[in-house]
């Protein structure tokens, strides 16, 4: 089964972009719809973004679109979230996960990586 370790998070001043990688491990990669989810303090966990196995479709969050656009290299076995005009609602914990099924819910993401830290500051 895939396994998903998160990097690139940070402190980032309003306005700043910041991207985040997803980086899997596995032979079966391509096989898998990938999802990014945030998670702020005291919230739920949201949907942010998804990307079909084979990376030609997506989907975002409304309160995301036309701000960060998600992209996969298969052979690389690397997701991307790449995020502009970052705002500070935008501060969350931001885990990408792996999903048998397009698009993905959190029901059907059977792998989750460890998380990675987005503050933006005002």
């Known amino acids: 089964q895939v396994r998903l370790v998160e990097s690139g998070g940070g402190l980032v001043q309003a306005g700043d972009s910041l991207t985040l990688t997803c980086a899997a491990s596995?032979?079966?990669?391509?096989?898998?719809?990938i999802a990014w989810f945030r998670q702020a303090p005291g919230k739920e966990r949201e949907f942010v973004a998804a990307?079909?196995?084979?990376?030609?479709?997506?989907k975002s969050a409304d309160s995301v679109k036309g701000r960060f656009v998600i992209s996969r290299d298969n052979a690389k076995n690397m997701v991307w979230l790449q995020m502009i005009s970052l705002k500070p609602e935008d501060t969350a914990v931001y885990f990408c996960?792996?999903?048998?099924?397009?698009?993905?819910?959190?029901?059907?993401?059977?792998?989750w990586g460890q998380g990675t830290q987005v503050t933006v500051s005002s």
């Open positions: 996960a792996a999903s048998s099924w397009y698009p993905p819910v959190e029901s059907t993401c059977d792998s």
């Open positions: 990307i079909s196995g084979s990376g030609n479709s997506t």
């Open positions: 596995g032979r079966t990669f391509d096989a898998y719809a």
